[in-house]
């Protein structure tokens, strides 16, 4: 899978595509538990990212409005970048999506934020954590920060929610 491919992907296809990876990782959830998540990251957009135990801005600012199927795009992008053994899945859910097959039916991508999908495309690296105070936030292991791949993502996942900004 390239980047080129990826980068062709309209942004309806590049949703179903991550959707379709997900549910392949059994990490689908259904649309209760997606709309949730959302309110969550919603939430944890506006507050300091935590990067091993430090609470602190941690990603990159991003000008400007983020358009959902480029934020889905660049997770593809990292997900294949970063974990080589799911671009054979990235490619078949592309195949399937190019001939006809949209995101799972139990799970409707255009009433939910992307950012659910991100989040879940992203747990290994980014979590969502409940603070004392009872605010939902990102937590962040810095030797997953340091790539800066993944610090542009969640900044861009940020602005989504923020409309730009970042923290």
């Known amino acids: 899978m390239t980047v080129s491919e990826i980068d062709a992907l309209t942004d309806e296809q590049a949703i179903a595509v991550l959707a379709l990876v997900l549910d392949h990782e059994r990490r689908l959830p259904d649309l209760t538990r997606a709309r949730q998540l959302d309110v969550q ?96 936030r990102f937590k962040v292991h810095k030797k997953a920060l340091s790539d800066s791949a993944l610090g542009k993502l969640l900044g861009r996942l940020i602005a989504t929610y923020t409309g730009g900004g970042g923290q």
């Open 41 to 136: 990251i919603s939430e944890a957009a506006g507050e300091p990212v935590e990067v091993d135990g430090e609470t602190g801005p941690g990603v990159a600012a991003i000008d400007g409005a983020v358009v959902p199927g480029e934020l889905v795009r660049d997770t593809l992008k990292y997900l294949v970048a970063a974990k080589p053994e799911v671009a054979p899945v990235v490619e078949r859910a592309t195949l399937m999506t190019r001939q006809g097959m949209g995101a799972p039916s139990r799970f409707d991508p255009l009433t939910v934020g992307v950012g659910a999908l991100v989040v879940l495309a992203l747990q290994t690296d980014v979590q969502l954590e409940r603070t004392t105070a009872g605010k939902w």
